[in-house]
């Protein structure tokens, strides 16, 4: 984990732990900052401290300077861990929990006493939460609810995370001259949006595996050692991930990288096709049944899939979601690549909740060679996220048609993140949506409604003559909250008949679409969205996180409108 993040991470906590402390808020909030603003910034926060530059950083005042400086010189800061001994871990636990935060973790502690996650679940059990002041019925079912998922994604580490962190690694091991090749394995290979743990498989020169071993251990991203052995090596990194660095023989490389990169289900169909042909495949290598001693050559897993006379099927895909039938078939699609992507259709500014301005969207948008780019600050009615009253849009408007006329070199829309209501209305008059370029409709309240109510407010949206997206139609925050209940296939075929997109949010803890919604839209004929859901000019590039999603869809660049030109898009869009 970078230092940036490490940091993001501490701050974050020192704002729980304020919270629960009964600290003001303006010191809570300066704390939430600064670890938002460290999460996303792409300058190193040591090159920013050695050059005396950290009072520059917007938020980032003399305190949290210092604190910044304490953590690079010692590693740690001893602020944070004096708060720590007030609160048992466990509490924190409570916090996080979705609908109790530091104010009701706080009432149930002085109220019940409780401070474990097993005393919340007993009391919930035992109908007590419901008795305290703040608290009902209904309370208490969603925290009984919000343990059960908790358990549920105990251990789960999102894909953003898991792929920052390993890609740190590869990018320190591979420099060792005597690493041959190195790769990511796994689910992460895979692209789930949760992974258990981080699978590298690396080949070596002949007689220096244990002096790469060793050089893994050591690493100051790594807090235990688990096992140390000299084909697998486990460790537990100071980010709270399991890695596991396997090393093979060069000659197995290809093989044992397609076995380890999985999935289980995938690999037992392709152990059959290979018998099927008269051979065996295993992590050692690919051979003939009739000589299981010498192996058959295989530089690469193209060559694997190629010899079992199949077109290759990229990593995403191998979930045996029918991806060997169609490669036998040579029918597996083009999928769909970062490089395909030329516009965005989901960004905040200031003028919503969002840290950059119109301007500083646009050159990052530049950066990315995008074409184009959709400005969806919030509607009025989300108050929590400054959400903008029509004066307000109608001020983003003009700017936008000013910033256009002065720029040739990216296109800004003018678009809208509006909120669907518990009704089913728009947040806005249609005679507001109509001067809109993009209108993207969403739902931020209201998740508990039934699956009727829920799914007859997005088709009210979806049925609006200008509304051209959904966006996270299905609501879900990984490793945090289920969907709502929400019928996804009246979902999907409604947008096709009324010619609407649905949007694969691309946010780290979104990714909604899922693949597997997004490869059934794809079939009935829906036109997808990938939008950042950006929040800074950084942010721009969650666009990687639904490339990815998108590809264990199956999806095309001919199924998302990122992939149309400024001049194809305008179309699209008076064709709607």
């Known amino acids: 984990m970078s230092t940036n993040k490490e940091l993001a991470k501490i701050f974050l906590g020192i704002s729980e732990l304020l919270a629960l402390d009964g600290e003001s808020i303006f010191k809570i909030r300066a704390y939430e900052h600064a670890a938002q603003l460290l999460d996303t910034l792409t300058l190193s926060v040591q090159e920013l401290a050695a050059n005396g530059r950290l009072l520059e950083l917007p938020g980032i005042g003399k305190s949290i300077a210092e604190k910044i400086t304490e953590y690079l010189s010692s590693g740690k800061i001893e ?13 924190l636990e409570i916090m996080a929990l979705e609908g109790v935060g530091p104010k009701r973790a706080i009432l149930l502690k002085d109220g019940l006493g409780i401070t474990t996650l097993e005393q919340l679940k007993s009391a919930a059990e035992q109908n007590k939460i419901s008795t305290l002041d703040g608290f009902g019925q209904k309370s208490q079912q969603n925290i009984l609810q919000s343990i059960a998922n908790h358990k549920k994604y105990s251990g789960r580490t999102l894909l953003s995370y898991a792929l920052e962190n390993a890609e740190n690694l590869l990018s320190i091991i591979k420099q060792n001259p005597k690493v041959l090749e190195i790769s990511i394995a796994g689910s992460l290979r895979r692209y789930k949006e949760t992974i258990g743990d981080i699978d590298i498989l690396c080949s070596v020169k002949i007689g220096s595996e244990e002096e790469i ?29 399991q890695v596991d660095l396997r090393v093979v023989p060069q000659t197995s490389f290809a093989t044992a990288l397609q076995y380890f990169t999985g999935s289980k289900e995938h690999n037992v169909v392709l152990r059959e ?11 050692y290598g690919l051979y003939k049944l009739t000589d299981k001693n010498t192996p058959l050559p295989c530089a690469s897993e193209k060559d694997i899939y190629k010899t079992l006379k199949m077109q290759y099927i990229p990593p995403p895909l191998r979930e045996n979601r029918g991806e060997i039938e169609s490669a036998l078939e040579n029918k597996l699609p083009q999928l769909l690549k970062l490089t395909d992507i030329l516009g965005d259709t989901h960004a905040h500014t200031t003028y919503s909740d969002g840290e ?28 929590v996220a400054n959400g903008l009253d029509i004066k307000k849009l109608e001020r983003k408007i003009d700017e936008i048609k000013e910033f256009n006329r002065g720029n040739s070199k990216v296109k800004v829309l003018c678009g809208s993140e509006v909120d669907i209501l518990s009704d089913g209305t728009l947040d806005y008059p249609n005679e507001v949506l109509k001067k809109l370029d993009f209108v993207v409709a969403a739902i931020h309240t209201g998740f508990k409604q039934s699956s009727e109510q829920i799914t007859n407010r997005i088709i009210s ?4 003559p200008f509304v051209h997206c959904i966006a996270h ?27 609407k997109m649905l949007e694969i949010n691309c946010y780290p803890d979104r990714l909604d679409l899922c693949d597997i919604h997004s490869k059934r839209a794809k079939e009935v004929g829906v036109m997808l969205a990938l939008g950042s859901d950006s929040h800074s000019a ?11 999603t998108a590809q264990r869809g199956w999806i095309s660049k001919d199924n998302v409108i990122n992939s149309k030109t400024y001049s194809e898009l305008l179309e699209y869009l008076n064709g709607c």
Do not use: C
Request: proline share 3%.
């Open 79 to 91: 602020f944070y861990d004096e708060l720590k001994t007030r609160f048992p871990d466990s509490i």
């Open 213 to 241: 071993i060793n050089l893994f251990t050591n690493l100051p991203e790594v807090q235990t050692v688990i096992v140390k052995g000299t084909k697998k090596t486990s460790v537990k990194l100071v980010s709270d991930i």
């Open 273 to 283: 096709r290979a018998n099927k042909l008269g051979l065996t495949l295993n992590e």
């Open 356 to 383: 950059s301005t119109i301007e500083e969207i646009a050159q990052k948008a530049q950066k990315l060679d995008y074409q184009w780019i959709v400005l969806a600050d919030h509607s009025i009615s989300l108050k």
């Open 461 to 464: 949206a979806i049925k609006n």
């Open 473 to 499: 139609p299905t609501g879900r925050l990984i490793n945090k909250r289920e969907p709502y209940a929400l019928d996804i296939e009246k979902v999907i075929n409604e947008a096709h008949t009324n010619k």
């Open 538 to 548: 950084d942010e721009l590039t969650n666009m990687s996180y639904g490339v990815y």
